[in-house]
Protein backbone atom coordinates (compact mmCIF):
# COMPACT_ATOMS: atom_id res chain seq x y z
CA UNK A 1 0.00 0.00 0.00
CA UNK A 2 1.29 3.10 -0.70
CA UNK A 3 1.06 6.47 1.42
CA UNK A 4 1.84 9.91 1.00
CA UNK A 5 3.30 11.60 4.23
CA UNK A 6 3.80 15.23 4.76
CA UNK A 7 6.12 16.21 7.48
CA UNK A 8 6.82 20.22 8.27
CA UNK A 9 5.53 20.71 4.71
CA UNK A 10 7.95 18.20 2.79
CA UNK A 11 5.93 15.25 1.22
CA UNK A 12 7.36 11.69 1.37
CA UNK A 13 6.03 9.24 -0.59
CA UNK A 14 5.97 5.51 1.35
CA UNK A 15 5.03 2.20 0.39
CA UNK A 16 4.55 -0.79 2.68
CA UNK A 17 4.27 -4.15 1.55
CA UNK A 18 3.83 -6.84 4.49
CA UNK A 19 5.72 -10.25 4.06
CA UNK A 20 4.68 -12.86 6.64
CA UNK A 21 5.68 -11.02 10.06
CA UNK A 22 7.48 -8.34 8.65
CA UNK A 23 6.84 -5.51 6.51
CA UNK A 24 9.21 -3.95 3.75
CA UNK A 25 9.40 -0.13 3.61
CA UNK A 26 10.16 1.65 0.71
CA UNK A 27 11.30 5.32 1.05
CA UNK A 28 13.17 7.39 -1.25
CA UNK A 29 14.22 4.43 -3.00
CA UNK A 30 15.66 2.49 -0.03
CA UNK A 31 14.23 -0.58 1.22
CA UNK A 32 13.93 -0.79 4.92
CA UNK A 33 12.83 -4.35 6.38
CA UNK A 34 11.04 -4.10 9.70
CA UNK A 35 8.41 -6.30 12.80
CA UNK A 36 6.21 -4.09 13.58
CA UNK A 37 4.32 -4.84 16.61
CA UNK A 38 1.62 -2.88 18.54
CA UNK A 39 2.92 -3.51 22.51
CA UNK A 40 -0.81 -0.68 23.73
CA UNK A 41 -2.90 1.25 21.83
CA UNK A 42 -1.48 3.26 19.30
CA UNK A 43 2.40 2.22 20.60
CA UNK A 44 4.18 0.65 18.15
CA UNK A 45 7.80 -1.34 18.45
CA UNK A 46 9.20 -1.29 15.64
CA UNK A 47 12.38 -3.80 15.05
CA UNK A 48 14.38 -3.07 11.53
CA UNK A 49 16.53 -5.31 10.08
CA UNK A 50 19.76 -4.29 10.99
CA UNK A 51 19.02 -4.65 14.77
CA UNK A 52 18.04 -0.90 15.44
CA UNK A 53 14.69 -0.50 17.29
CA UNK A 54 12.44 2.24 17.50
CA UNK A 55 9.04 2.51 19.83
CA UNK A 56 6.56 5.03 18.21
CA UNK A 57 3.23 6.53 19.62
CA UNK A 58 0.86 7.34 17.35
CA UNK A 59 -1.66 9.95 18.25
CA UNK A 60 -4.54 10.30 16.12
CA UNK A 61 -5.64 13.96 15.95
CA UNK A 62 -7.89 14.41 13.31
CA UNK A 63 -8.40 12.76 9.88
CA UNK A 64 -5.49 12.10 8.34
CA UNK A 65 -3.32 14.60 11.35
CA UNK A 66 -1.27 12.63 13.48
CA UNK A 67 1.32 12.88 16.09
CA UNK A 68 3.92 10.68 16.17
CA UNK A 69 6.15 10.64 19.60
CA UNK A 70 9.57 9.27 18.64
CA UNK A 71 12.12 9.41 21.65
CA UNK A 72 9.94 12.17 23.84
CA UNK A 73 10.34 14.47 20.30
CA UNK A 74 6.83 15.17 18.63
CA UNK A 75 6.61 14.72 15.33
CA UNK A 76 3.11 16.30 13.98
CA UNK A 77 2.32 14.04 10.35
CA UNK A 78 -0.21 13.50 7.91
CA UNK A 79 -0.61 10.66 6.49
CA UNK A 80 -2.64 10.87 3.08
CA UNK A 81 -3.66 6.58 1.13
CA UNK A 82 -4.25 6.16 -2.19
CA UNK A 83 -7.51 7.34 -1.83
CA UNK A 84 -7.03 10.41 0.31
CA UNK A 85 -3.99 11.36 -2.65
CA UNK A 86 -6.56 11.05 -4.93
CA UNK A 87 -8.89 13.29 -3.51
CA UNK A 88 -6.75 15.83 -3.03
CA UNK A 89 -5.61 15.73 -6.65
CA UNK A 90 -9.04 15.92 -7.56
CA UNK A 91 -9.62 19.21 -5.15
CA UNK A 92 -6.70 20.74 -6.61
CA UNK A 93 -8.02 20.64 -9.60
CA UNK A 94 -11.09 21.64 -8.76
CA UNK A 95 -9.67 24.74 -7.86
CA UNK A 96 -7.85 25.51 -10.94
CA UNK A 97 -10.85 25.19 -12.82
CA UNK A 98 -13.10 27.32 -11.10
CA UNK A 99 -10.51 29.68 -10.20
CA UNK A 100 -11.24 32.13 -6.75
CA UNK A 101 -13.21 35.35 -6.09
CA UNK A 102 -12.98 37.80 -3.53
CA UNK A 103 -16.03 38.58 -1.56
CA UNK A 104 -16.98 41.37 0.89
CA UNK A 105 -16.79 40.26 4.59
CA UNK A 106 -18.42 43.11 6.05
CA UNK A 107 -20.45 45.95 4.23
CA UNK A 108 -18.38 48.80 3.22
CA UNK A 109 -17.77 51.07 0.06
CA UNK A 110 -14.84 50.19 -2.82
CA UNK A 111 -12.53 53.59 -2.54
CA UNK A 112 -10.45 52.15 -5.37
CA UNK A 113 -9.84 49.39 -7.81
CA UNK A 114 -6.16 48.40 -7.88
CA UNK A 115 -6.05 46.51 -10.92
CA UNK A 116 -8.42 45.68 -14.11
CA UNK A 117 -9.76 42.70 -16.05
CA UNK A 118 -7.63 40.85 -17.82
CA UNK A 119 -4.38 41.78 -15.72
CA UNK A 120 -2.32 38.99 -14.10
CA UNK A 121 -2.03 38.94 -10.19
CA UNK A 122 0.01 37.17 -7.91
CA UNK A 123 -1.05 35.46 -4.69
CA UNK A 124 -1.64 38.17 -1.84
CA UNK A 125 -1.39 41.18 -3.92
CA UNK A 126 -3.45 44.12 -3.11
CA UNK A 127 -6.65 44.08 -6.18
CA UNK A 128 -8.93 46.71 -4.15
CA UNK A 129 -9.49 48.34 -0.77
CA UNK A 130 -12.29 48.74 0.67
CA UNK A 131 -13.28 51.30 3.30
CA UNK A 132 -15.55 49.57 6.37
CA UNK A 133 -15.98 50.72 9.84
CA UNK A 134 -14.09 54.24 9.05
CA UNK A 135 -10.49 51.76 8.00
CA UNK A 136 -9.15 50.98 4.99
CA UNK A 137 -8.33 47.69 3.72
CA UNK A 138 -6.67 46.13 0.84
CA UNK A 139 -8.56 43.01 -0.24
CA UNK A 140 -5.84 40.32 -1.81
CA UNK A 141 -5.89 37.99 -4.69
CA UNK A 142 -6.05 34.81 -2.92
CA UNK A 143 -3.97 32.69 -5.65
CA UNK A 144 -2.02 33.87 -8.51
CA UNK A 145 -4.30 34.11 -11.93
CA UNK A 146 -5.98 36.53 -14.25
CA UNK A 147 -8.55 38.94 -13.44
CA UNK A 148 -11.64 37.23 -15.08
CA UNK A 149 -14.53 39.92 -13.91
CA UNK A 150 -14.54 43.12 -11.59
CA UNK A 151 -18.05 43.85 -10.47
CA UNK A 152 -17.70 46.81 -8.59
CA UNK A 153 -17.09 50.52 -8.94
CA UNK A 154 -14.91 53.11 -7.26
CA UNK A 155 -17.17 54.56 -4.55
CA UNK A 156 -19.61 52.12 -4.65
CA UNK A 157 -21.41 50.61 -1.68
CA UNK A 158 -21.30 47.16 -1.13
CA UNK A 159 -23.06 44.41 0.95
CA UNK A 160 -21.54 41.40 3.22
CA UNK A 161 -21.13 38.56 0.64
CA UNK A 162 -21.23 40.94 -1.98
CA UNK A 163 -19.16 39.21 -5.26
CA UNK A 164 -16.05 41.74 -5.79
CA UNK A 165 -14.00 40.49 -8.19
CA UNK A 166 -13.29 36.69 -10.13
CA UNK A 167 -10.20 35.45 -11.42
CA UNK A 168 -8.77 32.01 -12.06
CA UNK A 169 -6.43 30.87 -14.44
Keep these: MKFLIKINNKEYQIEAKRDGERINFIF ?9 KESAPGLFSILFEDGTQREILANK ?7 FYINAKE ?33 GKIVRILKKEGEEVEKDEG ?10 NELKAPDKGKIKKIYVKEMEAVETGAILVEGGH
Excluded: T
Excluded at 28 to 36: C, L, Q, T
Excluded at 61 to 67: A, G, L, M, P, W
Design 127 to 136: VLIMEAMKMQ
Design 28 to 36: NDEVYKAEV
Design 61 to 67: ISNNNYN
Design 75 to 107: YPIVILDNLSIEKEKFKKIEKKAEGWKIKAQIP
